[in-house]
């Protein structure tokens, strides 16, 4: 039986910068505004990282380890007192008065160490911070509750696509599969939260992956490129190496289906697997066939979904 998470919190600081990369100060409100963030605030933007908030709870055990660091010091916009940010999933709704916030990432990589790594060891906000996106525009102040509510098991399936050329992150070529496969997933009723292009190699597309998936949680991600047979085809290597499970079915019955059209379909190396509650599957480069592929698989990929968000029970065909 899982257990019942508290979803009540109270709002300890709110703290900004005009500036990324430095320290956050204390404010007396926050006039948290759609598609941007908090007013006055350096992160803040049409992007999914606008707000970002850390449990106070955690801050304080890292005190009493000697860090004495002030609210705002990790760069957090929001230090919320009895609320664990860290066991809510991407999607749950924060509620502050008027304002609305969701929850769109939790952790992040940290490319360079702050001066509170240096002296500690450690930092506790790429484990324990998370991200948010303004919903509702209003202000929150220090002694505000703050509320969350889980995300509905019936919500819209959210993706990832991911286009992998050398020539399309160099710009020498535009990339049409990644939007053929957006313009399909979409169509189909999932939320498509990320788009990217990456050159082909191992190392980038699999940081990639594990952050969509351990990150961001997305339910889907696809790939378009990378699956033939160069030296630089490493989209299935990047893929595996991330896995968690495999589910070669799907990977099959694309190639199998593929064949009815041409016999190079044999070629494509392309995998499917599991990573936490992410599907990744591998689709090959050209927009005929991602379309031809998303064709293929879209209908059951829906009940498999649910099944790994534990919103359905598995069932090998209907009575």
Not at 12 to 31: F, L, T, W, Y
Not at 56 to 68: L, Q
Not at 109 to 136: D, K, L, N, T, W
Not at 229 to 244: G, H, I, K, Y
Request: charged fraction near 25%; hydrophobic fraction near 40%.
């Amino acid at each position: 039986m899982e257990e019942k998470r508290n979803l009540m919190g109270i709002v300890r600081a709110i703290c900004i910068s005009n500036v990324r990369g430095v320290a956050k100060h204390q404010v007396k409100e926050g006039h948290f505004i759609v598609d941007f963030g908090i007013e006055g605030d350096g992160h803040g933007g049409k992007w999914h990282r606008q707000v970002s908030l850390l449990s106070y709870d955690k801050i304080k055990a890292f005190n009493e380890r000697g860090a004495n660091v002030e609210d705002g010091a990790f760069g957090e916009n929001l230090v919320v007192e009895g609320l664990d940010f860290r066991s809510l999933p991407v999607g749950t709704r924060l509620y502050a008065g008027e304002v609305v916030l969701e929850m769109t990432q939790i952790g992040k990589e940290c490319h360079s160490h702050c001066a509170i790594y240096q002296r500690m060891g450690e930092c506790i906000m790429p484990r324990e911070g998370v991200f948010a996106q303004v919903i509702q525009e209003g202000w929150i102040r220090p002694g505000d509750e703050l509320r969350a509510e889980l995300p509905a098991e019936d919500r819209p399936f959210t993706a990832a696509v991911i286009t992998v050329s050398d020539k399309g992150s160099r710009g020498e070529r535009v990339d049409e599969s990644g939007p053929a496969a957006k313009e399909m997933l979409e169509a189909a009723g999932y939320r498509v939260v990320e788009t990217q292009i990456l050159p082909d190699g191992q190392k980038p597309l699999a940081a990639q992956l594990i952050r969509l998936a351990d990150g961001r949680q997305v339910d889907l991600i696809v790939t378009s490129g990378g699956t033939g047979f160069s030296r630089r085809d490493q989209t299935p290597e990047a893929t595996m190496a991330v896995a968690e499970r495999a589910a070669p079915g799907i990977a099959e019955f694309i190639r199998m289906k593929s064949m009815e059209v041409t016999n190079r379909a044999m070629l494509g190396r392309g995998v499917a697997v599991i990573r936490k509650g992410t599907l990744i599957v591998n689709l090959p480069g050209s927009p005929k066939a991602v379309r031809e592929s998303l064709e293929f698989i879209l209908d059951a990929l829906e009940h498999g979904l649910r099944i790994l968000r534990g919103s359905a029970s598995e069932c090998g065909g209907k009575e």
